[in-house]
């Protein structure tokens, strides 16, 4: 894995909503820059603290961008290559690196492979790129492998090896162009042998590449293991972390970091708290003052953290299953971030502040997390690498708590006053529904 990306923190962003393109892609329209658009908004990821940039899909699409039609291209609705170019220049002047989302487990049925089997029939010169079955006879439509029952999402046949010399093709075209490395949707769906085969060819030409699959159930490790890929997406982490919250049930959370200690073992998670494909934390939080937590949760454990464009100023929006059902989550950003309402900008400052504490202890890229104390409503972890480590205290009680911290000596973030500063004996007082980040002796 690259070196850079153990002081790496993402921010992500959903192009096409965040620029407010429109919906469906235009026939046959002239590219419009809006992808310019993110260039306003640079400086104020890197005075967040985050170090990259990480984007939704911006290649030619019918619609969300899920459903690609030339991986070459980028989507009109967003501009041109100079467009792309003009990003990759504006990012790099802030020290930001860039990781693009790569669907390749499907395409679109405008994809023009796939578009030929419409017109031709079996005889198409790609067929075979798909995997297709012809039972309606001549003339008819082929039965066709999709993405979890979309058919406007058409399956590659990732047996093909022609698919294979495509997407590595594409990889490493957009990594010679800027980019510093790929978020792989849908990764599970693909068989990990696919994997395993092109990204040792995409790593020859481009061996800082980032590459992270996109992985939701199942075991990560293995898959990581057999892949080949740098990284998976850790979903146990986020469910159990707003879950606990939500439950007051530290017991969950502190299972899943006992988890995320293992996976560490094996592999460094990309860690996050929301994305594009989830409802925001802000609504899914039952009590908005437990979000301060979720974050401290979020920048003390190891991995390398996203946070998704919005969360940050405390967006809320409800994912549906339903058409239409994740407009809530991928709003329009106004033009400048000197538009966004007052209200947010607290929040904001905290996200600030915990990048801050991470840039300081960057060997929290990597650290276990010790259970030093657990109760329901309690506890008192211990983030642990290269001999150093911090203590993090939550109290989701209604009461404030005085919670052991063994030789705590100051709060570096959060709330609360300790007692008996280095003394083996050394508690916390935390308050109600609050936490804190202390340093030890």
């Known amino acids: ?102 669907v390749f487990n499907h395409v679109g049925r405008d994809f023009p492979a796939f578009a030929e089997v419409l017109r031709l029939g079996p005889e198409a010169p790609r067929a075979h790129w798909f995997r297709l079955s012809w039972p309606r006879g001549p003339g008819a439509e082929p039965d066709y492998a999709c993405f979890e029952g979309h058919r406007q999402l058409v399956a590659l046949n990732h047996d093909e090896p022609e698919v294979a010399t495509y997407v590595e093709g594409v990889m490493t075209h957009w990594l010679a162009r800027g980019a510093d490395g790929w978020r792989l949707d849908a990764a599970y769906a693909v068989p990990p042998a696919f994997w395993a085969r092109i990204l040792p060819r995409v790593r020859a030409t481009h061996p800082e590449a980032y590459l992270v699959g996109e992985v939701i159930h199942g075991d990560y490790a293995g898959f990581v293991a057999e892949s080949g890929l740098d990284a998976v997406t850790q979903y146990e982490l986020w469910k159990a972390i707003w879950s606990a919250l939500n439950d007051r049930n530290l017991y969950e959370l502190a299972h899943a970091l006992e988890r995320h200690n293992g996976f560490l073992d094996r592999f460094v998670p990309l860690t996050f708290v929301g994305n594009h494909d989830v409802t925001r934390i802000a609504s899914r939080l039952a009590n908005p003052r437990h979000l301060g937590a979720a974050l401290a ?70 650290a276990r997390i010790r259970i030093d104390h657990l109760a329901n409503r309690q506890m008192v972890a211990c983030p642990q690498a290269d001999g150093q480590g911090l203590l993090l205290a939550l109290n989701l009680d209604d009461a404030p708590a005085a919670l052991p911290a063994p030789r705590g000596r100051a709060v570096e973030a959060g709330d609360g006053q300790v007692i008996d500063p280095g003394a083996a004996g050394a508690r916390v007082l935390v308050p109600p529904h609050a936490w804190a980040v202390l340093s030890f002796a």
């Open 297 to 366: 949760v979020l920048f003390t454990c190891g991995g390398v953290p996203a946070i998704y464009a919005g969360d940050e100023q405390g967006f809320v929006g409800i994912k549906e299953e339903r058409a239409g059902g994740d407009d809530a989550i991928r709003p329009e950003f106004p033009a400048t971030p000197a538009e966004l309402p007052a209200e947010g900008w607290p929040l904001y400052r905290l996200h600030r502040e915990l990048a801050g504490l991470r840039r300081a202890h960057p060997w929290l890229h990597r």
């Open 1 to 102: 894995m690259a070196a850079w990306i153990e002081t790496t923190l993402w921010w992500h962003v959903y192009p096409l909503g965040f620029v407010g393109a429109p919906r469906a892609a235009p026939e046959q329209a002239e590219p419009v820059p809006r992808l310019r658009r993110l260039e306003a908004w640079l400086d104020y990821a890197a005075e967040m603290g985050a170090t990259g940039l990480a984007l939704g899909p911006i290649f030619a699409a019918s619609t969300h961008g899920y459903d690609t039609i030339d991986h070459l291209r980028i989507d009109p609705r967003l501009g041109d290559d100079a467009d792309f170019d003009a990003l990759v220049a504006a990012a790099r002047a802030r020290g930001l690196r860039l990781l693009l989302d790569g």
